[in-house]
């Protein structure tokens, strides 16, 4: 069993940067792939980075790549994700998700789910 709580999100103006980040708690954390998926009003979720649980495979959607960083910090039980060069079509709520697996990342295959970060880039 593993809990996950998101910070960090807010308004930024569009070319501006936040930093998302997940703490964890229970169960084997470092044991977990980690990603981190959003969801725009009226949109499917939809896949924006992972890293696997010894921080050697990392994956992005074309979206974000070059401008999002995936990492993170298995003392602090801690995942984050640094955007920068945001884009208004970046605005969705933001979800941390865990799977012991870490093979696929879709939606339908994660272990575990935050309650997700809004995160808002006015045009």
């Known amino acids: 069993q593993v809990q996950l709580v998101e910070s960090g999100g807010g308004l930024v103006q569009a070319g501006g940067s936040l930093r998302l980040s997940c703490a964890a708690s229970g169960g084997t954390y470092s044991n977990y792939a980690m990603g981190w998926f959003r969801q725009a009003p009226g949109k499917e979720r939809e896949f924006v980075a992972a890293?696997?649980?010894?921080?050697?495979?990392?994956y992005y959607a074309s979206s974000v790549k070059d401008r999002f960083t995936i990492s993170r910090d298995n003392a602090k039980n801690t995942v984050y994700l640094q955007m920068n060069s945001l884009k208004p079509e970046d605005t969705a709520v933001y979800y941390c998700a865990a799977d012991r697996i870490g093979n696929n990342w879709v939606p339908e295959v994660m272990d575990y789910w935050g309650k997700g970060a809004l995160v808002t880039v006015p045009s």
């Open positions: 890293i696997t649980w010894n921080g050697g495979r990392i």
